[in-house]
């Protein structure tokens, strides 16, 4: 069946470092991908996504290629902030007639000023 | 509005006690889910709601049991609990009836189950 597999955390960084957080995928036909973001006490919130291959998807300074040929989905930024410690989970909807979304296990990000 | 609201945000119960979980949203979204989320993990689909009807159930125990009044109202009803129980409990809304392209979550009830 369909799965989303993530690195696994805590990462921690400092402040205006580059973040990668790695995310690949397996399913069958075309799905899409997504990534949520969790601050803490919060629910979560789509942080982007991308529908078909080659799309990039970007927010806040974030973004994320969907790569076919590599079934991968990282997210990126170039300068983290102590404002992104949060938990990032990657999410993967499959094109069958169930849509339900796929999980990674999330990845805790803390960011030290 | 693009918020979903959810009530009560923290709730603490004993295992004989009745209680319900409410969210509510105004966004026109016909599709409403319940979601647990033990910490720092991924949440875990319980029920879905599309156009009012209960659509999806995840083999979630009897002891939890939801409600859609109407399409902007979901309650999750709560009756004879387990310590592993103990959660947050997230509601979300989008705007296809199976739509998850892209879900609004509520900030979640924190439960408690002594």
């Known amino acids: 069946g369909d799965s989303v597999t993530q690195m696994e955390g805590p990462v921690t960084l400092s402040e205006e470092a580059f973040l990668t957080i790695n995310c690949t995928y397996t399913a069958t036909g075309y799905p899409s991908l997504f990534w949520y973001v969790q601050y803490p006490g919060e629910g979560l919130q789509l942080l982007l996504k991308?529908?078909?291959a080659d799309d990039k998807g970007s927010n806040k300074g974030f973004e994320a290629t969907y790569r076919k040929e590599t079934t991968s989905f990282h997210l990126e930024k170039g300068s983290v902030q102590v404002s992104d410690s949060a938990v990032y989970f990657c999410a993967l909807l499959g094109a069958g007639n169930n849509r339900k979304l796929i999980w990674g296990l999330g990845t805790s990000l803390a960011v030290n000023p | 509005d693009t918020e979903v609201t959810q009530t009560p945000k923290h709730l603490v119960m004993g295992m004989t006690n009745k209680k319900s979980l409410k969210c509510e949203q105004h966004?026109?979204?016909?599709?409403m889910y319940w979601y647990k989320q033990k910490a720092k993990k991924p949440p875990e689909l319980m029920f879905v709601y599309s156009y009012e009807k209960l659509s999806i159930n995840e083999s979630v125990p009897s002891r939890f049991s939801p409600e859609c009044p109407n399409s902007s109202l979901l309650n999750l009803h709560l009756h004879a609990l387990q310590p592993e129980d103990s959660a947050l409990y997230l509601c979300?809304?989008?705007?296809?009836?199976?739509?998850?392209?892209?879900?609004?979550f509520g900030s979640g009830t924190q439960l408690s189950v002594l």
């Open positions: 966004m026109g979204h016909r599709a």
């Open positions: 991308a529908t078909k």
């Open positions: 979300a809304s989008a705007q296809e009836g199976w739509g998850y392209e892209k879900l609004f």
